[in-house]
């Protein structure tokens, strides 16, 4: 069940990922989340937006917060290009490369965590951090 709702849209650009960042980190805060889950948090949407806003094609990217009972789904939007879920490779961490690990690290740090892409209606990926879980 959703408590609150609390949404964002923000230019595609770079400079705006630190106030997502910034607006992560006071609502997890309100809700109780611990310093280190709020790191993980704000590493976790900052991977989101900049994949949108690298790879969308489109002008905007929307955050969307959602309260709820035990934690924090955050969605990240676009309405650009999207792309084949199914083609996306698990990364090889013994020969990292120097891109291809963001949704890798967002799996990693957040509890549950799904993805949509809609061909040129765009991508969402949903993230939830639950309070008191740790991974």
């Known amino acids: 069940m959703t408590w609150e709702t609390i949404k964002m ?3 595609a650009t770079p400079d705006y990922v630190s106030i997502i960042r910034l607006t ?3 609502i997890a805060n309100k809700v ?12 976790a949407v900052s991977e989101a937006c900049t994949n949108a806003i690298k790879h969308s ?3 905007k990217v929307s955050v969307i917060y959602n309260l709820i009972e035990n934690g924090l789904e955050i969605e990240i939007k676009d309405n ?7 083609s ?4 090889d961490l013994a020969n990292p490369k120097e891109n291809g690990l963001g949704l890798f ?4 740090l957040m509890d549950e ?14 993230m939830t951090k639950y309070l008191g879980v740790d991974i």
């Open 9 to 11: 849209e923000i230019p």
């Open 24 to 26: 992560t980190s006071g």
């Open 32 to 43: 109780g989340f611990s310093i280190e889950d709020i790191e993980d948090m704000k590493v």
């Open 57 to 59: 094609n489109d002008n």
């Open 80 to 86: 650009g290009k999207g792309y084949d879920i199914a």
């Open 88 to 91: 996306i490779e698990a990364p």
């Open 105 to 108: 690290i967002i799996q990693t």
């Open 113 to 126: 965590v799904n993805m949509e892409s809609r061909g040129k209606q765009g991508t969402t990926i949903k």
